[in-house]
């Protein structure tokens, strides 16, 4: 098990990678929290470790935040979540990630 | 919207334009529903194409296609945090032409565009920006059509393309919930460098290509692995492991990728590139025992989204071009024999195993087997062989056998002789 690296220096690595990848983000959100209290449950949060956008973040206040903005719709935080908690959808056509190499 | 074909394929991926190319040759109706704003805008890989189903499509494709590097370097290696020891490393000029010229880099954006280019030429109507958002079933139960938020469109038959995550294969129960232990993650960064940069570093001349492949330390010594792949003046690093043991490791994907490029042994290999883009993309590692559906009453399910990718060669984009070709065969084949009757898709099946595409997923199940029983496979197996390499080659006042004897006991007290058989054997049926 590796140590929890800096979080800051994490933070900005992922929004570094983030700032090359083009989006054309509908207003809407296509991602959604069944229920926040299965998430207050949930001791390893999966989804926040193998998200490769930082899609998902948890806080005692504010539960499970979703920033769908980021997301590279790859689909690996409804395979990890063992409570079937996340409401997954492509975004709608011609909306999300807008790869231009793949 | 609201209209009717013979055929609607979900995806204008390589599975999808597959379908798409060869229905638009036999005549028949086809429209593609692509989610992408234009094809290629959703698509990830690694990018190896291998052109074995291409070339039978699309003979010229080499003159015409936006093709990166031809790939003539392969190269196979072990890390650990700081030892490099490459088991294979071939470059060979037979791979430059034909019949050998089967492997090119290549960028999926403007490669999926052309392909999907290709098939609309010979007359398949492409939709893009459209999400299939739902299979439609006739009073029947049979595969009907695709509910779109355009509307409605019907077809005899329908074929899914639409990818790893297959949510309509899912909808009509033709997959179930995939676990994290089937399922890879992929993640991957474009850097850009100077073309005379990427050919020396690599030892390749301008028209060839390289790829570079790493197990070990990137990935944790879980079974998955590392690349570094050269198009014309990008490169692609990329890194991919199973979901179930990223969760273990408790590191994020890109901080893995991170790792990796600053690797000792990796990261003078890529300085002085610039990033362009980081993409993410997930790879269905669900094993030949594991495989959905791929017929169901009305419907086919191709590429990705059947889970044809050979995890011991690192195949998929051909895999995915055979079952799309194979899907459309067998879909033109209804027309000719008067008709969609409940028993018209069985044929895809059995073409699949009959071509080298289900036979090769055979092969793969012993790796499938080792990484769902032994996890810690490689972690022992790369560590002992580096620490062997390292022992038997270094110069000591010990006389040479002397040396290498001793380097080989060290080795020998982590495998005994029947397990060093055994590992020997399983090596073998990995790649026979």
């Known amino acids: 098990m590796t140590l929890p690296t800096n979080a800051h220096a994490s933070a900005s690595l992922i929004e570094d990678k983030l700032s090359k990848v083009q989006f054309i983000n509908h207003a809407d959100s296509h991602l959604a929290v069944r229920d926040q209290q299965t998430c207050r449950r949930c001791v390893l949060r999966p989804c926040v470790d193998v998200c490769p956008g930082a899609v998902y973040d948890y806080s005692n206040e504010e539960g499970l935040s979703v920033a769908y903005e980021n997301c590279l719709e790859c689909g690996s935080c409804k395979i990890v979540c063992e409570f079937d908690n996340i409401e997954w959808n492509y975004p709608p056509g011609g909306f999300g990630v807008d790869y231009q190499w793949g | ?432």
Request: glycine share 8%; charged share 25%; net charge neutral.
């Open chain 2, 1 to 432: 919207m609201g209209a009717k074909y013979e055929c609607i394929v979900v995806g204008a991926g390589p599975a999808g334009s597959a379908a798409a190319f060869t229905l638009a040759k036999s005549g028949v109706e086809v429209q593609v529903l692509e989610r992408g704003h234009v094809p290629g805008a959703k698509n990830v890989s690694g990018a190896i194409l291998y052109t074995n189903t291409l070339n039978n499509l699309i003979p010229e494709f080499r003159a015409e296609a936006p093709l990166e590097r031809s790939i003539v370097r392969q190269r196979y290696s072990l890390l650990t945090a700081d030892a490099e020891l490459t088991i294979l490393d071939l470059s060979a000029a037979a791979f430059k032409s034909k019949p050998r010229e089967n492997a090119f880099s290549i960028n999926r954006r403007k490669f999926d565009a052309w392909f999907a280019d290709k098939a609309g030429e010979a007359g398949a109507v492409y939709q893009s920006g459209i999400r299939a958002d739902r299979l439609i079933r006739d009073p029947a139960g049979k595969i009907c059509g695709v509910e779109t938020s355009e509307g409605r469109v019907s077809a005899d038959v329908v074929i899914l393309a639409d990818g790893a995550n297959s949510t309509l294969a899912k909808q009509v129960g033709l997959r179930k919930r995939f676990t994290p232990d089937k399922v890879a993650l992929g993640v991957k960064e474009t850097l850009s460098l100077p073309r005379g940069a990427i050919e020396d570093r690599f030892n390749i001349e301008a028209d060839e290509g390289a790829s570079f492949k790493y197990l070990g330390e990137p990935v944790h010594y879980s079974p998955g692995g590392a690349y570094i792949l050269t198009n014309n003046d990008t490169l692609s690093i990329g890194v991919v492991l199973r979901l179930s043991d990223l969760s273990v490791k408790g590191v994020k994907p890109y901080e893995l990728l991170e790792s990796f490029k600053n690797h000792p042994r990796v990261r003078r290999l890529l300085d002085g590139g610039v990033s362009q883009e980081y993409s993410a993309h997930i790879l269905p590692e669900l094993g030949y025992d594991h495989l959905p559906q791929l017929t169901g009453d009305g419907v086919l399910v191709t590429g990705d989204a059947a889970g044809l990718l050979n995890v011991v060669f690192h195949e998929g984009i051909n895999l995915a071009m055979a079952s799309g070709l194979m899907a459309a065969l067998t879909t033109a084949a209804v027309r000719e024999n008067g008709g969609y009757s409940s028993t018209s898709l069985k044929a895809y099946n059995k073409m699949l195993h009959e071509s080298f595409v289900m036979k090769d997923m055979k092969s793969a199940m012993g790796f499938h087997k080792i990484m769902e029983e032994r996890p810690d496979y490689f972690d022992k197996l790369l560590k002992s062989a580096v620490r062997f390499a390292t022992d038997a080659v270094s110069i000591t006042d010990k006389p040479k056998n002397e040396q290498i004897a001793s380097a080989w006991k060290t080795f020998r007290s982590s495998y005994g002789w029947t397990a060093l058989a055994k590992e020997a054997f399983r090596l073998w049926r990995l790649v026979s």
